[in-house]
């Protein structure tokens, strides 16, 4: 991911819509954006609209199989989740195979780096490693969001046999077992509390810990369930936002997903300590989740990002669409997230999340971009607005990850 070399975008998107743009890279990292000019004969030709690659800051690789498998028998997302555990029994190989086509897949839709939040720790570190192989085999971006997973319940229930592979066992084992990982070209470590049922307080603190003195992302399942919220007041007598408020964990390095079932206070809390939210838009509504109030924490100072979760849908276009869409359906009105927040939503916000200097077209920033383009689509002037509601992820037909090309078609 250290290319070098020069593009030519018939449109791109550099804080404004541009005609005849010359993108030259060096090192992996942008080195200039020139507006307005031919193309040289050396360049590469975009031709369509070119913009930073896109972020994917919640995957579950390995839930791609449940695509078209969950699909009948009706249940609620407990019942899913039941399910669900049926999968997760991998070798390194068969892993390492699967997360290749399902990272594939990112890339031919424009993502340039997936936020993998990882819990199979069966193997100790194997299965963790074998995303890291798959994702740089591939050409993605990937920061390994490894998940701290202790318990069966906030009141100290202990984990299902289903559950027993996902544990360390403690979050200090957690942590010796993290330092065992290492960052590389492409390749960053995060941290995760898989959510306030799975770790007690102390060791949250501990997993809040690691990632600060290692400047790792954090990140939390938080309140996607009425049932979690209802456990916590019962036992901790405060919601997962005031617990998580309470431990020390709340902070700007922080990403919580879903966030569908908090209060005006926990928005309050979130926004003032500039959480980043992360929407699952499409997997959200697979599993028949309640609609988040992305508007509301937007509003109080979080900044949107988004996720493909469960991988049910692959296309960050149309999970930052869903964000807005869903808005509309739950509140009545239209245009409460404007095309510009939707965007970086799915570019910078997100690669801050998963701690990459990317998600826009400027010097010095990582040279990942996409371009998009309609078959048979008349020339038009690059919009953001046309961008978000006229172009799905299969419209892409170049990917560039570090300067180097990933994707052609």
């Known amino acids: 991911m250290n290319g070098t070399g020069r593009w030519h975008a018939e449109q791109a998107w550099v804080g404004h819509a541009a005609e005849n743009v010359l993108i030259e890279v060096e090192g992996g990292r942008i080195k200039g954006i020139t507006e307005g000019v031919p193309a040289p004969q050396n360049a590469v030709a975009l031709r369509g609209w070119t913009i930073p690659g896109l972020a994917n800051v919640h995957?579950?690789?390995?839930?791609?199989?449940?695509?078209?498998?969950?699909?009948?028998?009706?249940?609620?997302?407990?019942?899913?989740?039941?399910?669900?555990?049926?999968?997760?029994?991998?070798?390194?190989?068969?892993?390492?195979?699967?997360?290749?086509?399902?990272?594939?897949?990112?890339?031919?839709?424009?993502?340039?780096?997936?936020?993998?939040?990882?819990?199979?720790?069966?193997?100790?570190?194997?299965?963790?490693?074998?995303?890291?192989?798959?994702?740089?085999?591939?050409?993605?971006?990937?920061?390994?969001?490894?998940?701290?997973?202790?318990?069966?319940?906030?009141?100290?229930?202990?984990?299902?046999?289903?559950?027993?592979?996902?544990?360390?066992g403690d979050a200090?084992?957690?942590a010796r077992r993290m330092d065992e990982l290492s960052e590389a070209d492409g390749v960053r470590i995060g941290a995760a509390i898989h959510s306030v049922r799975a770790v007690d307080p102390e060791s949250m603190r501990t997993v809040a810990t690691w990632a600060r003195e290692h400047k790792a992302p954090l990140h939390i399942h938080l309140a996607e369930q009425p049932a979690e919220v209802e456990e916590c007041l019962r036992?901790?007598?405060?919601?997962?936002?005031?617990?998580?408020?309470?431990?020390?964990?709340?902070?700007?390095?922080?990403?919580?997903?879903?966030?569908?079932?908090?209060?005006?206070?926990?928005?309050?809390?979130?926004?003032?300590?500039?959480?980043?939210?992360?929407?699952?838009?499409?997997?959200e509504r697979d599993l028949g989740d309640r609609v988040a109030p992305m508007t509301a924490l937007a509003d109080a100072g979080c900044a949107l990002t988004v996720g493909s979760d469960s991988n049910a849908v692959i296309d960050m276009i149309e999970e930052a669409r869903g964000l807005e869409l869903d808005q509309r359906r739950a509140t009545g009105r239209r245009v409460l997230h404007e095309p510009e927040e939707l965007f970086s939503a799915a570019t910078f916000n997100g690669m801050r999340a998963l701690g990459w200097d990317a998600g826009e077209l400027r010097p010095g920033m990582l040279a990942d971009f996409i371009t998009?383009?309609?078959?048979?689509?008349?020339?038009?002037?690059?919009?953001?607005?046309?961008?978000?509601?006229?172009f799905p992820g299969r419209d892409v037909t170049n990917v560039v990850v570090g300067g180097e090309t990933v994707v052609h078609r």
Not at 236 to 243: I, V
Not at 255 to 262: D, F, L, Q, R, S
Not at 372 to 390: D, F, N
């Open 172 to 174: 200090d084992s957690w």
């Open 372 to 390: 998009l383009e309609q078959p048979r689509q008349q020339w038009r002037k690059l919009t953001l607005e046309y961008l978000i509601y006229g």
């Open 235 to 283: 036992v901790e007598g405060c919601t997962p936002a005031e617990l998580l408020e309470r431990e020390g964990i709340l902070g700007p390095d922080l990403t919580a997903v879903h966030a569908i079932h908090v209060n005006q206070h926990d928005i309050s809390l979130l926004g003032n300590n500039e959480v980043s939210v992360c929407a699952c838009t499409t997997t």
């Open 59 to 168: 995957s579950h690789a390995f839930q791609r199989l449940l695509r078209g498998e969950v699909e009948s028998g009706g249940g609620d997302f407990w019942e899913w989740r039941d399910r669900m555990y049926r999968f997760t029994e991998w070798d390194a190989a068969d892993y390492f195979n699967h997360a290749r086509l399902v990272f594939r897949e990112m890339l031919e839709a424009g993502i340039t780096a997936v936020g993998e939040f990882h819990y199979l720790h069966a193997h100790g570190n194997e299965l963790g490693v074998a995303l890291i192989d798959a994702a740089r085999e591939e050409g993605v971006r990937i920061t390994l969001i490894d998940a701290c997973y202790l318990r069966g319940g906030l009141d100290g229930r202990p984990l299902q046999a289903e559950q027993l592979s996902f544990s360390d």
